[in-house]
Nanobody, 127 residues
Framework: QVQLRESGGGLVQVGGSLRISCAAS????????IAWFRQVPGKEREFVAA????????KISWAMQGRFTISRDSAKNTVSLQMNGLKPEDTAAYYC????????????????????WGQGTQVTVSS
């Protein structure tokens, strides 16, 4: 069992930046693919970004490419999502999720592929 905790959410103005992080409470994350999803009330959870076990493969949803960056720090057992150029439509609860992976460079895009989830952190972009 992996327990995840997100942090860093908050209120930011349009065009601003925010960095959110996900930490594992126990165990190392180096055997897991890690992803960020987001969800707005009444809508399905949406893929945002993922990083492979090796850290070499990073995928960002097309809607956020050029603005969002995902990174992992194995030494600190954390993964972060740097969000720049924020828009009102980025307002959502952001969730960290992990999936144990036998592959160094695999990523998955569907929420059903991930085994453990954090509680989420709210990001609100005001116009």
């Amino acid at each position: 069992q992996v327990q995840l905790r997100e942090s860093g959410g908050g209120l930011v103005q349009v065009g601003g930046s925010l960095r959110i992080s996900c930490a594992a409470s126990a165990g190392a994350l180096n055997t897991y693919t890690i992803a960020w999803f987001r969800q707005v009330p009444g809508k399905e959870r949406e893929f945002v970004a993922a990083v492979s076990r090796s850290g070499d493969i990073k995928k960002i949803s097309w809607a956020m490419q050029g603005r969002f960056t995902i990174s992992r720090d194995s030494a600190k057992n954390t993964v972060s999502l740097q969000m720049n150029g924020l828009k009102p439509e980025d307002t959502a609860a952001y969730y960290c999720a992990v999936r144990q992976s036998p592959y160094q460079n695999a990523v998955w895009y569907d929420e059903s592929d991930y085994q453990f989830w954090g509680q989420g952190t709210q990001v609100t972009v005001s116009s």
